[in-house]
């Protein structure tokens, strides 16, 4: 670099600076440079930062005078910012996939019904197969019902390759629909909280086993 290329901060009444800025309060123009005011910072237009236009240096003594670099430019002017947030390992660990009843009704009037199932998600590099075991009990935690399995393993990306329909066959006894009855969702892998979901049901047979055809 020429002489010509840089210019002396004698004499500039400065708060802080370096070989590309200086931070001051003067209102004296600096001939080469380029004021920048601070109040969109600070709220105050007192202080402003003055940076040399184009490739002009404030002279400096040392290693590194002659160093060239940019300009008046984003890299020379912006801080950049780093957003760090912290993810527990256990958000990296693969999950089972969610499946959901997909029927609306919660009440059955035949002794016989067929309830819906869907495989919300598909199996893949973070989504396990989930094995689960179904069946109604009543309030008391008495099995009513058949049991069946769902074997939810499929990586399709077709809903309808994900859907199940299970028949279930209630047991031949009174039931009042005044009472409330559970479809159980059972885990069969889990070892404590085997429950995967339990979802209450009416039960209001339209056809009494009392009546005679």
Known sequence: MQESDKVSK??????EGGRRYLLTSSEEEQEGALPIS???ILGDGSLKAV????????????????????????????I???????????????V????????ISRKITNRITYLDFLQVDRVGDKKLPLRLKLYFEDE???????????IADSGSTQAARRAFKEKFTLKEMPYDKGKCYYLIMEDEEETVEKIYEKIP?????LISDDFIF
């Open 80 to 94: 950049p910012l780093i957003k760090f947030k912290y993810v527990r390992q256990d958000a990296y660990r693969p």
């Open 201 to 205: 049901f009416v039960i209001d047979l």
């Open 140 to 150: 008391a935690g008495q099995r009513i019902s058949n049991e069946n399995i769902i």
């Open 96 to 103: 089972k996939v969610t499946v959901k009843l997909t029927n």
């Open 38 to 40: 601070m109040k969109y």
């Open 51 to 78: 940076v040399p236009r184009g490739m002009i240096r404030y002279k400096i003594q040392g290693p590194g005078a002659n160093y060239v670099h940019g300009g008046a430019s984003l890299q020379e002017i912006v």
């Open 10 to 15: 004698e004499g500039t009444e400065m708060i």
